[in-house]
């Protein structure tokens, strides 16, 4: 069976509820999320995105934004997040099991018209998750969807 694999393209944090998100080269990451960034739920400690999806929305709606406009912590290329549902994924020394879904909300219509609308199919808006394995994700780390040993049959 072939792995997939892809690599981390961007980093950011979001110091406060609301406030700008802050792009940075590499996080440290401990079982409450990204250091530095807001408090998260439980389960839903990280949130990663899509590069190739984050194309497409800005192609819908024939507009260029930044990343960040999105307000997820980790923009990863090359690998399928919506197939990562319920499986883990390793970002450089860091384990993420993934718990769903990232579904947009109004403040994606607030930064730009129709964006709430093309985030909403394919898990264009990411998908969110708890941390397993604390340690440290750089801007260039591969990503890649790791066999759970415990996972119920095929």
């Known amino acids: 069976m072939s792995e997939q694999e892809g690599r981390i393209v961007g980093i950011a944090l979001k110091r406060g509820h609301g406030a700008p998100l802050e792009e940075v080269e590499r ?3 401990g079982e409450g999320g990204l250091d530095g960034n807001v408090q998260q739920r439980e389960h839903r400690r990280i949130t990663i995105m899509s590069k190739e999806l984050w194309e497409e929305v800005q192609g819908e709606l024939d507009v260029q934004m930044p ?28 384990t993420v099991r993934i718990n769903g879904e990232t579904e947009p909300c109004g403040q994606m219509e607030a930064a730009q018209s129709g964006l709430l609308k093309a985030l909403t199919p394919a898990c264009r808006g990411g998908v969110y998750g708890n941390v397993l394995e604390t340690g440290s994700i750089c801007v260039g780390d591969t ?3 790791v066999e759970e040993s415990n996972s119920s049959g095929e």
């Open 27 to 29: 996080a440290e990451v």
């Open 67 to 94: 990343w960040t406009t999105r307000r997820a912590n980790v923009l990863v290329e090359g690998i399928d997040l919506a197939a990562s549902m319920g499986k883990s994924l390793r970002l450089g020394d860091i």
């Open 143 to 145: 990503i890649r969807v």
